[in-house]
Nanobody
């Protein structure tokens, strides 16, 4: 069993930055790919990006490529999402997830965090 707890959400103006963190507990995640998804009101949950278990591979949705960066610290069982040049359309609840690397399907996720809200104002 794995528990994922996100933090770092908040409100920011367009063009600003936020850094989300996801702390994992329950067992070490060194052999598990991690990902971020997001869900805006009235919309389906969508893939944001994924990082391989070793941290050497990352992949991103086209909508965030070049602006968002995923990293992880396996010693601390933590994954991060650095979000720069934020846009109002990035407003959503952001979820940390454990599942297959680069799999964009929410149905493939094995474990979810509770999410953290990000609001970007224009």
């Amino acid at each position: 069993q794995v528990q994922l707890v996100e933090s770092g959400g908040g409100s920011v103006q367009a063009g600003g930055s936020l850094r989300l963190s996801c702390a994992a507990s329950g067992r070490a995640l060194i052999d598990t790919a991690l990902a971020w998804f997001r869900q805006a009101p009235g919309k389906e949950r969508e893939f944001v990006g994924s990082i391989s278990f070793g941290g050497t591979l990352t992949t991103y949705a086209d909508s965030v490529k070049g602006r968002f960066t995923i990293s992880r610290d396996n010693a601390k069982n933590t994954v991060f999402l650095q979000m720069n040049s934020l846009k109002p359309e990035d407003t959503a609840r952001y979820y940390c997830a454990a599942g297959p690397y680069a799999d964009t399907r929410p149905g493939s996720v094995r474990y979810w965090g509770q999410g953290t809200q990000v609001t970007v104002s224009s």
